[in-house]
Nanobody
Framework: QVQLVESGGGLVQAGGSLRLSCVAS????????MGWFRQAPGKEREFVAA????????SYSDSVKGRFTISRDNAKNTVYLQMNSLKPEDTAVYYC?????????????????WGQGTQVTVSS
């Protein structure tokens, strides 16, 4: 069992930056693929970024590529999402997720565990 707790969300002006953190419980954190998804009101949950257990491979949605960076620190059981050049359309609840056998990193059903989410609001 893995529990995920996100933090770092908040209100920021367009062009600003935020760093989200997700702390995971469980001794097998380092073996999981970790991801970030987001969901805006009235929209489906969408993929943002993912990182393999070693951190050697990352994947991003086209909408955030070049602006967001995902990273992890297995010694701290933590995954991060650095978000720069934020836009109003980035406003959403951001969810951290973990999966042990992730075949398709962009599909929510590929993941086993989800955090409660943290709100990110970008004002124009």
């Amino acid at each position: 069992q893995v529990q995920l707790v996100e933090s770092g969300g908040g209100l920021v002006q367009a062009g600003g930056s935020l760093r989200l953190s997700c702390v995971a419980s469980g001794r097998t954190f380092s073996t999981y693929v970790m991801g970030w998804f987001r969901q805006a009101p009235g929209k489906e949950r969408e993929f943002v970024a993912a990182i393999t257990w070693s951190g050697g491979s990352t994947s991003y949605s086209d909408s955030v590529k070049g602006r967001f960076t995902i990273s992890r620190d297995n010694a701290k059981n933590t995954v991060y999402l650095q978000m720069n050049s934020l836009k109003p359309e980035d406003t959403a609840v951001y969810y951290c997720t973990a999966g042990s056998m992730v075949q398709a990193v962009r599909r929510p059903l590929s993941y086993d565990y989800w955090g409660q989410g943290t709100q990110v609001t970008v004002s124009s």
